[in-house]
């Protein structure tokens, strides 16, 4: 191994430099042999044996690096070392203009010494360097980063057989195991056995044993794991445990939004698997929003992605059914409820977050002058009154601590917005006049699904709910033109007049019809009444 020279690098004028350099052979084929460099930056091998024109050179940056390992063979008779680097850089799909990860081993055979733990040693020292340098390289990030899981990382991987197709013990097998044993991630696979079965394990578990929590399913094992570490008496440490999302399920909509913070170009299916694969391998944690959302009865239940009512929570759940084309059920399911578009009867108030000033102003406006004009109209019942006359000087800016008493919960934070489900709401939310809906969707991270960018602004920490609902009236075709411009995320500048988005903090639905839908993370809640709060970063979410 030489030392090398600095040298700055044209492209950028940094100084990336050569600091180690040697010839090795390829592992497997000792007539290929290779002048191997490290940078900063990158690791160069370029073949010194003859290839074909464009095959000789290889330039692999670190970024793309999850692991480096030196290891020998088994073989006692050859003194040499072998030392592989795993890359998943982003390459072009085949027959298409998209890029998505592929995985790219570089294998060498040392064998410049006779003593053969001299050739490991130079072959760890390698290894070692190529990791450092590796976990140096991250991508650039909004914020949110806070921190690295350590190395080792002690992982616990739940792995829900029945999600999705079916299929998410094969990708794990076929993927995942490889990918991680590349990371130098030990983990402990645990298969859940029943709904539920993974709620209960977190709330009795040992967290101290365990660096991260991972799930390998749909978003429905996640949203299990969140309400069991919410559970304990200990949540306020355990719901810092850093979570990571594999996606095996059918809805994978955490993992397709962890993927869009990366800034990677969409993927669906495997190439989403390898893309959260090499994330979670690169181990960086954000912060995450939960949401609180207390039902009429029952405990609280935490929520991290989306609380749904009316056509997307009809359409998640009659589209189980269609479970075996995997992703696709969504669409499936889209075109069938559309075919019988109906309108969900109910009452909305929300919180406008803090950055809607104008709109909380106009707000308290109304209010004084007891006037009525679109959404922020005066409530007709006891259940909302979001401008009551008698406080309306209150509502002026009700920022403060509300006076009345927040519902207690065992477990979990205090919801301090909310005023018991039975009571009305404070001067300061606002009531959405109209009562006709054909869909009202929250949302805290950017995709509904794998294929719907739904909230293009969202980010994991924002301490935002994304509140879109669609009034009663809309076409079924002004529908579908929605749903399909979702799935750049264009729907918000296709000027539907039915469809609105807010920002909010905090919201109550009451549905009026006895029967329905309301789900929670693609999960069925207790239909009815219900009230929600944003808990800004109350959990750690693995995001690479
Ligand atoms: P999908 O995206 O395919 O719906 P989910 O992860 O959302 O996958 O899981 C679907 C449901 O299966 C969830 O309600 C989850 O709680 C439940 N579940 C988890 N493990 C099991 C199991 N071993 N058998 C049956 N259901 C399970
Ligand atoms: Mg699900």
Redesign the pocket.
């Known amino acids: 191994m030489d030392e090398r020279r600095a040298e700055p690098d044209h492209n950028t004028g940094v100084n990336n430099s050569v600091s180690l350099y040697g010839e090795f052979t390829v592992t497997g084929n000792r007539k290929v042999r290779c002048a191997v460099s490290l940078t900063e930056r990158e690791l160069v091998v370029q073949r010194l044996t003859s290839t074909p024109v464009g095959r000789n050179k290889a330039v692999l940056s670190l970024k793309d690096c999850v692991g480096c390992r030196a290891y020998r063979e088994d073989d006692n008779a050859d003194p040499a070392a072998n030392l592989s680097a795993y890359f998943y850089p982003l390459k072009r799909r085949w027959m298409s203009s998209g890029v998505s990860r592929q995985r790219v081993e570089q294998s060498f055979r040392l064998a410049a010494l006779q003593d053969p733990r001299a050739n490991l040693e130079e072959a760890e020292k390698w290894a070692r360097v190529v990791r450092e340098r590796s976990a140096r390289q991250q991508y650039p990030r909004d914020g949110v980063l806070m921190s690295q899981l350590s190395r080792p990382c002690r992982m616990m991987l739940l792995v829900?057989?029945?999600?999705?197709k079916g299929q998410a013990l094969t990708l794990y097998n076929n993927h995942i195991q490889r990918m991680l044993n590349e990371a130098g991630v030990p983990h402990t696979l645990v298969i859940?056995?029943?709904?539920?079965?993974?709620r209960e394990l977190v709330r009795e578990a040992d967290l101290s044993q365990w660096d991260a929590l991972v799930i390998m399913?749909?978003?429905?094992?996640l949203f299990?794991v969140i309400n069991g570490l919410l559970e304990r008496e200990d949540w306020e440490d355990a719901i810092r445990t850093p979570l990571g999302i594999l996606p095996g399920?059918?809805?994978?909509a955490l993992a397709a939004s962890i993927h869009h913070y990366s800034r990677s170009s969409p993927v669906s299916s495997e190439e989403l698997l390898l893309s959260c694969g090499f994330l979670l391998c690169k181990g960086l944690v954000s912060r995450m929003d939960l949401v609180s959302v207390q039902l009429s009865s029952g405990p609280r239940l935490f929520s991290f992605l989306s609380l749904a009512w009316g056509f997307v929570a009809d359409v998640d759940i009659e589209s189980e059914k269609y479970?075996h084309v995997g992703a696709a059920r969504f669409t499936v399911g889209t075109l069938v409820r559309l075919a019988s578009l109906r309108v969900y009867r109910g009452r909305l108030a929300y919180l406008p977050a803090p950055d809607q000033e104008t709109l909380r102003n106009e707000v308290t406006l109304h209010c004084n002058n007891q006037t009525l004009r679109s959404r922020d109209s005066v409530g007709q019942n006891t259940f909302h009154n979001s401008c009551h006359s008698n406080n309306s000087l209150k509502a002026r800016r009700t920022e403060s601590t509300p006076s009345r008493s927040p519902r207690k919960a065992p477990c979990g934070p205090t919801d301090s917005l909310l005023p018991p489900l039975d009571q009305q709401l404070p001067g300061d939310w606002v009531l959405v006049q109209e009562e006709d809906f054909v869909l009202m969707l929250a949302m805290y991270h950017s995709h509904l699904a794998e294929d719907l960018l739904a909230a293009p602004g969202a980010a994991p920490d924002d301490g935002v709910i994304h509140l879109f609902y669609v009034r009663a009236g809309i076409s079924r075709a002004a529908l579908l033109k929605l749903f399909l411009a979702m799935e750049k995320g264009e729907h918000l500048g296709t000027n539907c007049q039915h469809l609105v988005y807010v920002k909010v903090r905090a919201l109550r639905l009451e549905p009026f019809s006895p029967k329905g839908i309301i789900t929670l993370d693609?999960?069925v809640v207790e239909y009815g009444p219900l009230q929600a709060e944003v808990h800004r970063g109350l959990a750690r979410l693995i995001t690479g």
């Open positions: 829900n057989p029945q999600s999705g859940t056995e029943h709904q539920n079965h993974a399913s749909g978003d429905g094992l299990e399920g059918s809805g994978n479970r693609g999960e």
